[in-house]
């Protein structure tokens, strides 16, 4: 066995990159998920190491002494991070040439000739898709040759792509990941404003069935089919965790929809509820009352909800599936039965206009989740938005990055009849709206009263989100 670092690379001061992170960026306030997919990988592999970089405050000088006591470097890379990536790789080959190094990631899963080519010298391959299985393999010390879902340089320095991996069907295969942060990592780095601190965080299946045009991971490595751990694997690994972790006061299921499969969601909540676990999960705005009623008797308390715009044509368009007035009842619901909700919202989307942005505002401040997350439409590589936006002239080149260079998200797209500015614009408007409202303002300030935890927690996350607005203005 080869020994083995798994790496989120030091990148932007505060970039969260992680599978959790459905936009690899630096937040408005500081929050990190967890590197769930590089833990996954690293519980196949006896023995190895996990560096999250970025959340632990680790700088390149840092983490440059482990490229003599490793024989094999797997990082997870963005397209956001690609640049920054490369330069570590190179640096690790600088320190070690010998040292084997590959990449796993979205970026390098939908372009891996073009990821090669941008880094010879530095990396040795790139993993394709669901690439678990892939690294355990080459960590064996198996020929590149004979791993299926990767392209490598050969001998010849000939780019190699490999059959592709077939797809995992029994999740139950996969180790759970929680061992491998408590070996590795220390979780009170991570932190979510919406979630209780300390959190945890892991998946209990993978891919997504809806086909929305501007998602990420299915379209680029989990795939629009739902496939799951049996309830008794997840079950078991939540009773190991609150062993590993008594500190841990919530933890969150990031499957891309927990909630589509209801029945296997209740049993889930259920066992549970039995062990009186404080739990959340991402959502759809569409679960039915029935079942939002099971999840939250049995420790349910704050679901992540992607509405992503107000209006039905925005919605129709990216292939949403979803019905604004169906996002309206669920919201009713869960008001009514003490559910949190945090909300994001997406601006720029294909469809937008000055109007429909004004719409989406309003929408927001109507339902009023108890907190919200605005992003700008990013265009990632391997996605269909990412065509759209290529065939139809509405991504150009100086936009293309995603980020500005202090890691912050910029309007990448751009209309006929709405300007890149005018969208980076609107998400300030956005927030100071939907957060400067007297009945808002009482409700934060309410929370604070009651917790100190709180109070302390909110002011420290109004200094990072004033602080987030400067440095916005500035890249716009």
Same mark, same amino acid.
């Given at each position: 066995?080869? /020994?083995?670092?798994?790496?989120?690379?030091?990148?932007?001061?505060?970039?969260?990159?992680?599978?959790?992170?459905?936009?690899?960026?630096?937040?408005?306030?500081?929050?990190?998920?967890?590197?769930?997919?590089?833990?996954?990988?690293?519980?196949?592999?006896?023995?190895?190491?996990?560096?999250?970089?970025?959340?632990? *405050?680790?700088?390149?000088?840092?983490?440059?002494?482990?490229?003599?006591?490793?024989?094999?470097?797997?990082?997870? $890379?963005?397209?956001?991070?690609?640049?920054?990536?490369?330069?570590?790789?190179?640096?690790?080959?600088?320190?070690?040439?010998?040292?084997?190094?590959?990449?796993?990631?979205?970026?390098?899963?939908?372009?891996?000739?073009?990821?090669? +080519?941008?880094?010879?010298?530095?990396?040795?391959?790139?993993? %394709?898709?669901?690439?678990?299985? #892939?690294?355990?393999?080459?960590?064996?010390?198996?020929?590149?040759?004979?791993?299926?879902?990767?392209?490598?340089?050969?001998?010849?320095?000939?780019?190699?792509?490999?059959?592709?991996?077939?797809?995992?069907?029994?999740?139950?295969?996969?180790? =759970?990941?929680?061992?491998?942060?408590?070996?590795?990592?220390?979780?009170?780095?991570?932190?979510? *404003?919406?979630?209780?601190?300390?959190?945890?965080?892991?998946?209990?299946?993978?891919?997504?069935?809806?086909?929305?045009?501007?998602?990420?991971?299915?379209?680029?490595?989990?795939?629009?089919?739902?496939? #799951?751990?049996?309830?008794?694997?997840?079950?078991?690994?939540?009773?190991?965790?609150? +062993?590993? =972790?008594?500190?841990?006061?919530? =933890?969150?299921?990031?499957?891309? #929809? =927990?909630?589509? @499969?209801?029945?296997?969601?209740?049993?889930? !909540?259920?066992?549970? *509820?039995?062990?009186?676990?404080?739990?959340?999960?991402?959502?759809?705005?569409?679960?039915?009352?029935?079942?939002?009623?099971?999840?939250?008797?049995?420790?349910?308390?704050?679901?992540?909800?992607?509405? &992503?715009?107000?209006?039905?044509?925005?919605?129709?368009?990216?292939?949403?599936?979803?019905?604004?007035?169906?996002?309206?009842?669920?919201?009713?619901?869960?008001?009514?039965?003490?559910?949190?909700?945090?909300?994001?919202?997406?601006?720029?989307?294909?469809?937008?206009?000055? &109007?429909?942005?004004?719409?989406?505002?309003?929408?927001?401040?109507?339902?009023?989740?108890?907190?919200?997350?605005?992003?700008?439409?990013?265009?990632?590589?391997?996605?269909?938005?990412?065509?759209? !936006?290529? &065939?139809?002239?509405?991504?150009?080149?100086?936009? !293309?990055?995603?980020? @500005?260079?202090?890691?912050?998200?910029?309007?990448?797209?751009?209309?006929?009849?709405?300007?890149?500015?005018?969208?980076?614009?609107?998400?300030? $408007?956005?927030?100071?709206?939907?957060?400067?409202?007297?009945? +808002?303002?009482?409700?934060?300030?309410?929370?604070?009263?009651?917790?100190?935890?709180?109070?302390?927690?909110?002011?420290?996350? *109004?200094?990072?989100?004033?602080?987030?607005?400067?440095?916005? %203005? /500035?890249?716009?």
């Amino acid at each position: 066995m080869m /020994k083995t670092l798994f790496m989120q690379p030091p990148s932007f001061d505060g970039f969260d990159g992680g599978a959790g992170s459905r936009y690899q960026a630096r937040r408005e306030i500081r929050s990190f998920w967890y590197p769930t997919w590089l833990a996954q990988v690293a519980a196949l592999v006896p023995g190895s190491k996990l560096i999250d970089a970025p959340p632990a *405050g680790l700088q390149l000088e840092d983490v440059l002494p482990e490229a003599k006591t490793h024989d094999l470097l797997i990082m997870h $890379t963005s397209t956001p991070s690609f640049p920054s990536d490369i330069r570590v790789a190179r640096a690790f080959k600088e320190q070690n040439p010998k040292i084997m190094i590959g990449l796993v990631g979205a970026k390098v899963a939908v372009q891996p000739e073009e990821s090669l +080519k941008a880094a010879v010298g530095a990396i040795d391959f790139v993993a %394709r898709n669901e690439f678990d299985f #892939t690294i355990k393999e080459i960590a064996e010390g198996r020929p590149l040759a004979e791993v299926d879902g990767i392209s490598y340089f050969d001998a010849s320095g000939a780019i190699v792509h490999n059959k592709d991996r077939a797809i995992l069907e029994d999740m139950d295969q996969l180790p =759970f990941v929680s061992p491998v942060y408590r070996d590795n990592l220390r979780i009170e780095d991570y932190f979510i *404003g919406y979630l209780k601190h300390p959190y945890l965080s892991i998946y209990t299946g993978r891919g997504c069935r809806s086909h929305c045009t501007f998602c990420l991971w299915p379209q680029t490595v989990g795939g629009h089919r739902y496939r #799951t751990r049996s309830v008794e694997h997840v079950v078991e690994e939540i009773r190991q965790a609150r +062993k590993d =972790f008594p500190q841990v006061r919530e =933890f969150f299921f990031d499957d891309d #929809t =927990f909630t589509d @499969d209801t029945e296997r969601a209740e049993a889930i !909540a259920r066992e549970l *509820g039995k062990m009186g676990i404080v739990w959340s999960c991402n959502a759809k705005p569409n679960v039915p009352r029935k079942t939002l009623e099971v999840l939250k008797a049995n420790g349910l308390r704050l679901l992540l909800v992607g509405y &992503e715009s107000g209006n039905q044509k925005i919605l129709n368009n990216v292939r949403k599936g979803l019905k604004v007035e169906d996002a309206r009842r669920f919201t009713k619901d869960c008001h009514e039965l003490g559910l949190a909700i945090h909300g994001t919202f997406i601006l720029g989307l294909p469809g937008e206009t000055r &109007e429909t942005i004004r719409e989406t505002i309003e929408y927001a401040k109507e339902i009023n989740p108890h907190t919200i997350q605005v992003s700008l439409a990013a265009p990632y590589p391997g996605t269909l938005l990412h065509r759209q !936006a290529t &065939e139809n002239g509405w991504l150009d080149v100086q936009n !293309a990055e995603l980020l @500005d260079e202090h890691g912050v998200q910029i309007a990448p797209l751009h209309y006929p009849h709405l300007s890149h500015k005018e969208i980076h614009d609107s998400l300030e $408007t956005f927030y100071r709206e939907f957060y400067f409202r007297p009945s +808002k303002i009482g409700a934060i300030v309410k929370e604070m009263i009651t917790s100190p935890e709180m109070m302390v927690r909110r002011l420290r996350e *109004g200094v990072e989100f004033f602080g987030f607005l400067r440095e916005r %203005r /500035k890249a716009g």
